[in-house]
């Protein structure tokens, strides 16, 4: 079953956003599998301390991104194809790297800056 153990509530993102994260971060970092099963949707509303229907929508979307597979009476579980772990890679990133690029200039970093702390850092 999959773990949502270190899984933390963020402050100013939606949380069914934040499950949908945390699915496809273990995902692409290869914690979570092909065929792993989920927490019902009860379990982890009840887990996380939320609204069933916040767990409900963040299933509906992953399957509609077709990453998990429901069927009603049944358990969940993940259908991922390989194939698509790499389309989720890249889209992580762009997302995390928007997010940083965004906090940057918000606090008036220069491009130059910004490389010059990526080029340090990378190391």
Same mark, same amino acid.
């Given at each position: 079953? @999959? $773990?949502?153990?270190?899984?933390? =509530?963020?402050?100013?993102? #939606?949380? %069914? !956003? +934040?499950? @949908?994260?945390?699915?496809?971060?273990? =995902?692409?970092?290869?914690?979570?599998?092909?065929?792993?099963?989920? #927490?019902?949707?009860?379990? !982890? $509303?009840?887990?996380?301390?939320v609204n069933p229907n916040t767990v409900q929508k963040a299933y509906r979307m992953l399957e509609?991104? +077709?990453? =998990?597979?429901?069927?009603?009476? &049944?358990?969940? %579980?993940? &259908? =991922?194809r390989e194939e698509q772990i790499e389309g989720l890679r890249k889209e992580l990133l762009e997302s995390n790297a928007k997010a940083v690029i965004h906090a940057m200039k918000q606090m008036g970093i220069t491009r130059e800056e910004a490389l010059s702390l990526i080029e340090r850092y990378w190391e």
């Open positions: 079953m @999959i $773990s949502f153990e270190h899984f933390s =509530i963020e402050d100013g993102s #939606p949380l %069914y !956003l +934040q499950i @949908i994260r945390h699915i496809k971060q273990g =995902i692409v970092a290869g914690t979570i599998q092909d065929q792993d099963e989920m #927490p019902s949707r009860r379990v !982890l $509303s009840s887990l996380l301390g509609e991104e +077709q990453i =998990i597979e429901s069927h009603t009476g &049944a358990k969940s %579980y993940v &259908a =991922i």
